[in-house]
């Protein structure tokens, strides 16, 4: 069983960053697949970026170039540097962790933390 606690969101300016913080508990946390995912009204959940064990990862297109996924297996926590934020980032933003194939696919997901809301003001 893992749980996840984000932190870290906020209301800040197109242009401006801001960096979310997930906790997770467990003593296996370092063979997780983690990931972020962000939802905005109306909207589909969507993969913003995914980080594996060993450290490579991948991100939507969206993503690419302006955030940072990282971790920190010694504290049990993953990151996401947001950088550049645009009105667009507005979402529901919630992280995620699986030990099997790390897909974009929401439901192939076995945890998740319980959200925090970032809000990009134009």
């Known amino acids: 069983q893992v749980q996840l606690v984000e932190s870290g969101g906020g209301l800040v300016q197109a242009g401006g960053s801001l960096r979310l913080s997930c906790a997770a508990s467990g003593r296996t946390f370092s063979s997780y697949f983690m990931a972020w995912f962000r939802q905005a009204p109306g909207k589909e959940r969507e993969r913003v970026a995914v980080?594996?064990?060993?450290?490579?990862?991948y991100y939507a297109d969206s993503a690419k170039g302006r955030f940072t996924i990282s971790r920190d297996n010694a504290k049990n926590t993953v990151y996401l540097q947001m950088n550049s934020l645009k009105p667009e980032d507005t979402a529901v933003y919630y992280c995620?962790?699986?030990?099997?194939?790390?897909?974009?696919?929401?439901?192939?997901?076995?945890?998740w933390g319980q959200g925090t809301q970032v809000t990009v003001s134009s």
């Open positions: 995620a962790a699986t030990k099997n194939i790390a897909t974009t696919r929401p439901g192939d997901y076995e945890y």
């Open positions: 980080i594996t064990w060993s450290g490579s990862t």
